[in-house]
């Protein structure tokens, strides 16, 4: 059943969920200002203004906060787009729609979280893998969408491989250029991303 | 006057830059595993197999190392790219021109030196200036770019600023998911690339 996602502007976290993005959000600019070698449980207990021991109420330590927050980007990613993109059996529609709400997800969960989401290298070998396995499932289910696409004659003439690659480069970029406090608004940026790359690929 | 630099798949660098850029490479990846802060002289020493005295010889710490290796990166940008654009006049072909050979630069130096530009905060303030103008110029180049390209009515309706973006976006983009070791080869990436960014900006 498609959706009518285009008017949900602002899509919305319930009141735990903002509390607990902000704390990720907090833990992961450090993180991305310092690197994660080089930031302590006791830097992420200050900035949060949270004793060393309330920290560790919450977290076990820093590899496992590592891994919660990629994790909590990879289940919104989930939720806002990936099952509502199930839903939408139009592939033109869907394409459309995964890449405008990846985009306001990164903007409304700031750039850090989805910057952090290249840090595997620093997780556990079994958190490494359950988050590259979510990450290939994501880019699958973006190839299978072009791969439709393609079947339907609507694709440009492109390796999808590498199209794929270069939709996600756009949506993630923006965790790098976007600057919150001047610019766009957040749905202005999204339809600019969206509009850009399905030109990329739409014949 | 136009070149015709589509032929020319392979930039060459000399053999004394090709050591350079080695040195820099392996130090480049020994700080994008890292991070930053993480990674001592020490480190780097041992995984260029130098003596920390030798080490030292050629640079005089690790801030500065970081300077060098981002200036080099930008250098040959401005070397290989921005000079050679700037002879072609006709704003659509400069448009491609610039997108592939930055997309080769990326492929022929290694990802993390174009990863490591993005590490500025690191660097000392009057270090930062100097790169952070060094990038505004390019962004400079291609917005002006995309600009002529509107007067002559080949411009796709969509924000020049935030599509100058997201072109860089699907160049730098090659840094992070690129594998030398399997796949297309360099020059197909540097096309695809281009087919895409170009699609996605021109009527």
Redesign the interface.
């Given at each position: 059943m498609p959706t009518t996602p285009t008017s949900n502007k602002s899509q919305s976290l319930s009141k735990s969920e903002k509390r607990t993005a902000e704390i990720y959000r907090v833990a992961a600019n450090l993180i991305h200002?310092?690197?994660?070698?080089?930031t302590s449980m006791n830097d992420i207990a200050k900035r949060l203004k949270l004793t060393k021991a309330g920290l560790y109420y919450y977290i076990h330590g820093k590899r496992d906060l590592l891994y919660s927050i990629i994790k909590f980007g990879m289940q919104k990613l989930e939720e806002q787009v990936i099952i509502p993109g199930m839903e939408i059996e139009d592939p033109e529609e869907r394409l459309k729609q995964i890449i405008e709400k990846h985009t306001l997800l990164i903007l409304e969960l700031g750039g850090s979280i989805s910057i952090l989401t290249?840090e595997v290298?620093s997780l556990t070998p079994p958190h490494r893998r359950i988050i590259v396995a979510m990450k290939r499932d994501y880019m699958d289910f973006v190839r299978e969408t072009l791969r439709q696409l393609r079947a339907q004659k609507k694709l440009?003439q492109?390796?999808i491989n590498?199209?794929s690659?270069?939709i996600?480069?756009?949506i993630?970029?923006?965790a790098?250029?976007h600057n919150p406090k001047k610019g766009?608004s957040k749905s202005r940026?999204a339809r600019?991303?969206t509009?850009?790359?399905t030109?990329?690929?739409l014949r």
């Amino acid at each position: 059943m498609p959706t009518t996602p285009t008017s949900n502007k602002s899509q919305s976290l319930s009141k735990s969920e903002k509390r607990t993005a902000e704390i990720y959000r907090v833990a992961a600019n450090l993180i991305h200002e310092k690197g994660f070698e080089a930031t302590s449980m006791n830097d992420i207990a200050k900035r949060l203004k949270l004793t060393k021991a309330g920290l560790y109420y919450y977290i076990h330590g820093k590899r496992d906060l590592l891994y919660s927050i990629i994790k909590f980007g990879m289940q919104k990613l989930e939720e806002q787009v990936i099952i509502p993109g199930m839903e939408i059996e139009d592939p033109e529609e869907r394409l459309k729609q995964i890449i405008e709400k990846h985009t306001l997800l990164i903007l409304e969960l700031g750039g850090s979280i989805s910057i952090l989401t290249d840090e595997v290298q620093s997780l556990t070998p079994p958190h490494r893998r359950i988050i590259v396995a979510m990450k290939r499932d994501y880019m699958d289910f973006v190839r299978e969408t072009l791969r439709q696409l393609r079947a339907q004659k609507k694709l440009n003439q492109l390796n999808i491989n590498i199209a794929s690659m270069n939709i996600f480069a756009i949506i993630v970029g923006v965790a790098r250029w976007h600057n919150p406090k001047k610019g766009w608004s957040k749905s202005r940026v999204a339809r600019e991303i969206t509009k850009f790359a399905t030109a990329a690929v739409l014949r």
